[in-house]
Structures are given as C-alpha cells and as structure tokens.
C-alpha cells in the first residue's frame, strides 16, 4: 500500500530531495532523511524521463543484502520495493535510493534524489593504498567511507579512485565497475574477489554475449592496465572510458569501443512499472504506471496461424519470469554456449549474415517476437536487406537467397521442427552438397542454440522492442 504515493511529485522540475519511510501497515510517509553512517544496506538507480536500465537487478541486489544485513524476509521488501517504485517520478533525471537503516528495529526508506550531471569519461585516482571496505559485497555500510575517498580523489583532479586488494590487483571504483579490453576479449576481475555486483556491468557482460564477444575474469595489477581502454560503468554515467590516470605513471588507452557501446546502453532502458507481485495475484497492482505503448493488430504469417502460441492475451509491457536471475548458474552456461557457436561457426567459415537468416527463421517457427526483434536488428545493422528480411518466411518462393543458404533455412526449419520427419535424409543431404561436416555441424549448432533462446524468452514471456545492436567493431 501506498499512503501518499503522490509525495514530491507536483514539482519534479524543481529538483527537491525528499526522503519517504515505509511501514507495513501504512506504505511510505514524510520522514526524515538517515545518515549515511546508519545504514544497512541500499541500491540506488537512474531515472531518465520514465525510464530505467537493470530495475529487475537492483531489486534482487537490494533484497539479498537486506536479507544478509538484518535477516528480513524477502517478501517484505518486495512489498516496499513496490510501494517504492510506485512513487517515484515519471518525469526528469532521478537517482532514487531505496534504504535499509538501525539501529534495530531496521527501517525502510526511499530517498528521491535529482541525478547528478553525467560525464562522459574519467580521470582515476591511483593511490599506494589498499580497498578499507568492511562490506565490499553490499551497498550501505561504506558508503561514508566511500565518500570520503572520491572527495580526496576530487581534490587531486580525478572524478574517480580505484579500489585494489592488498597485492595490488584491480577491484573496482569507489562507485564504479571496471572493466577493460585486451585486444578482443573484454575482460574484468575474478567475482572470487571482494566486488559489488554491478548492474550496468551485468548487461554489457549480457550484451558482449549476444554479440559472441569473448569476455574472460582476469588477475591484473594497476600497472597492467597501462596502454589499455579501460571502463568505469555505473547507472548513473553508463561507460566512461578513463581517460587519465593520476599517481602512477600510467597511460590511458585509446577510447575507440566506449562511445558505441554508450550507444547501445543508452537504448536498454524499459518503463518504470510497478512490479507484479508473485502470490496472491492483487489485480489493481498488476497494471504499469505508464502507458504501454499502443501496438497494430497482430497478422500472423502462415506459420503462426498453425502455431499453438498463437493467443488473444494482451501484448505483456514486463516479462513474467526473470529465468536469468532465478537460475543465473543456467543463464551463463547458456551464453557461453552461444559464445561456443559463434566461435565453431567463425572457425567453419559460415558467414555472419548466413547465421542470422538462421536465427531470423527458427524465430519465426516458433512464434518469438523477442528474438525476432533482436535477430532482425542485428541482421540490418551486418547490412541484410530489408527485401529478404521481410521475405525470409516464403524464401522457397523467392529468388533472393542463395543456395548455401536455401540448405542452411531447410536444415533450421528441419532441426526446429524436429517432431516432422527427424531432419530427413533428404534436407541433410542437400545441406552436405553445399557445406564441408564442420560448416553442417556449425548450422546445426547456430540452430539449436536460437531454438533455445526461443523457447525461454517465449516461456518467460520476455519483451521486444528495447534492445539495440552495438555497432560492429
């Protein structure tokens, strides 16, 4: 419940603070605002005109470490998480706080704060000494600590300190993920080691993913980042490429990925919409508080008309299962064999464009508007034409696909609708005509990984429309 979720809300232009607590019986009232000393744990994310990027992981993160800090149930915060949300404005750049304050009794705060102005690169701060976190794991405690370090750092010149253990290895910011490249494999440190998980690092590790960019957890001392592009990634700022570093002699790398990767994060974000709670179904806290938006009649090719997943349910605005966060050991292993196909497919010498005709096809079989919309992104921004995209699902009537590829959407259509004839005999071998074994071995893995990813965005009801490709690098 929401007492006065409309607190604050009449003037958002006029960049006002303002701090709400949270009682059960009650949902948020004016209260005032905790010292940063008193608390337990908090998650802090970045509004922009209604929009927002990873709400679905800081609600995890902030849950997991109210449960450490104080041993509250999860369904609780849920509840405030709500209430939280729910109030929040819709209009302007914020950077909301959600808290969890002592002494004991712990409390629940919202503190609703303007965004600070965001930079678009960084100047870090190296100093001889080594990470004075207590709880390096949770947002809360440190927080003081924290300041205090970025404010020495501000009066050398850097926006920014970098966090190390006591031999020297990277960490992380004081409110920043580190990341950096070496040659093509983008690389960050070990999760064994003393790290916030951070939510904008999480979706470019995401990203880097879909793109079959090798990402790796690597060792590094400071001085082992010299010469390299190096990233510092928040909410707040997106990817900053540092761009100077003070107290070592150390040279920043040349930017040449942040500013289309920038790009990219930049269309990630959804709406602001109040979470669904799980059990018991309460109707009047289903609904979004923005207006989905409108969407045509749908008009089902000739495979959906057939397809069981055809449905009149209303187009979703929120996924109804977050399957990455509930099993995330599953979500990796799926992304690393996605990485694997894409190497094995490299390796073969199957071409880029050829694999996304794949994926284009096994996605219209089975009905995914999810992948779909990515897979068809990502064919237009490799320079597919928008003539063959829209004719794909009649390709055997067309004369704009070549015979390598006319084998290769014969053997996807095969493989997916496996239950027809067990890929027969015949589609296999018009497939061996055109392909060596380990260009066949390649589709059928590029096949059945799009077959995968179908089948859990369509299960977990994922939505279209946010994602963007990153220009190819």
Not at 100 to 108: I, N, V
Not at 311 to 328: E, I, M, N, Q, S
């Given at each position: 419940m929401v007492a006065t979720q409309n607190i604050g809300h009449a003037d958002a232009s006029d960049q006002k603070q303002w701090t709400l607590m949270w009682r059960e019986d009650g949902g948020l009232m004016p209260s005032r605002s905790v010292p940063d000393s008193a608390l337990l744990?908090?998650?802090?994310w970045l509004i922009d005109d209604g929009r927002v990027r990873g709400l679905d992981h800081h609600r995890r993160r902030f849950v997991a470490a109210c449960v450490e800090a104080s041993g509250d149930s999860p369904a609780r915060i849920d509840s405030f998480w709500r209430d939280a949300i729910a109030a929040l404005p819709r209009t302007e750049r914020w950077f909301p706080?959600?808290?969890?304050?002592?002494?004991?009794?712990?409390?629940?705060f919202l503190r609703v704060r303007p965004a600070p102005p965001r930079t678009v690169n960084v100047t870090v701060c190296l100093t001889e000494e080594f990470d004075p976190r207590s709880h390096p794991r949770r947002t809360g405690p440190d927080l003081s600590l924290l300041a205090h370090l970025r404010e020495r750092a501000a009066a050398r010149g850097a926006q920014e300190l970098l966090l190390t253990t006591p031999s020297g290895l990277v960490l992380?910011?004081?409110?920043?993920?580190?990341?950096?490249?070496?040659?093509?494999v983008l690389c960050l440190p070990p999760p064994e080691l003393p790290?916030?998980?951070?939510?904008?690092?999480?979706?470019?590790?995401?990203?880097?993913?879909?793109?079959?960019?090798?990402?790796e957890?690597?060792?590094?001392?400071?001085?082992?980042?010299?010469?390299?592009?190096v990233w510092l990634v928040n909410a707040v700022h997106g990817i900053r490429p540092v761009t100077a570093w003070l107290g070592r002699p150390l040279r920043a790398g040349p930017a040449l990925r942040a500013a289309s990767w920038q790009t990219w994060l930049d269309g990630v974000p959804d709406p602001l919409t109040v979470p669904i709670p799980r059990s018991p179904r309460s109707p009047d806290r289903d609904e979004p508080l923005t207006a989905p938006t409108p969407r045509s009649p749908r008009s089902p090719d000739r495979d959906e008309r057939s397809s069981p997943m055809t449905?009149?349910?209303?187009?979703?605005?929120?996924?109804?299962?977050?399957?990455?966060?509930?099993?995330?050991e599953v979500s990796a292993a799926m992304g690393e064999l996605h990485r694997a196909a894409v190497r094995a497919a490299r390796a073969a010498g199957v071409e880029p464009d050829l694999l996304e005709l794949v994926r284009i096809r096994a996605s219209q079989l089975n009905g995914c508007a999810f992948c779909l919309d990515m897979h068809t992104k990502d064919a237009r921004a490799q320079g597919e034409t928008e003539q063959r995209i829209h004719t794909l699902a009649a390709w055997r009537e067309t004369p704009f696909f070549t015979e390598r590829e006319r084998a290769a959407l014969a053997l996807t259509e095969a493989v997916t609708s496996i239950q027809d004839g067990h890929v027969p005999d015949e589609v296999y071998a018009a497939v061996c005509e055109v392909f060596d074994e380990p260009q066949v071995a390649a589709v059928i893995w590029a096949a059945v990984v799009i077959n995968a990813y179908n089948r859990t965005a369509i299960s977990a009801r994922m939505v279209p429309g946010a994602y963007q490709p990153a220009p190819r690098t």
């Open positions: 744990a908090a998650d802090s706080r959600v808290e969890l304050a002592g002494p004991e009794p712990a409390r629940l992380e910011g004081t409110a920043a993920s580190v990341l950096w490249w070496e040659d093509d790290l916030l998980a951070g939510v904008t690092s999480a979706l470019i590790q995401d990203r880097a993913a879909e793109l079959g960019i090798r990402t957890h690597r060792r590094r001392t400071v001085q082992e980042l010299d010469g390299r592009e449905t009149t349910t209303p187009a979703p605005t929120t996924a109804r299962l977050d399957l990455k966060g509930l099993a995330p």
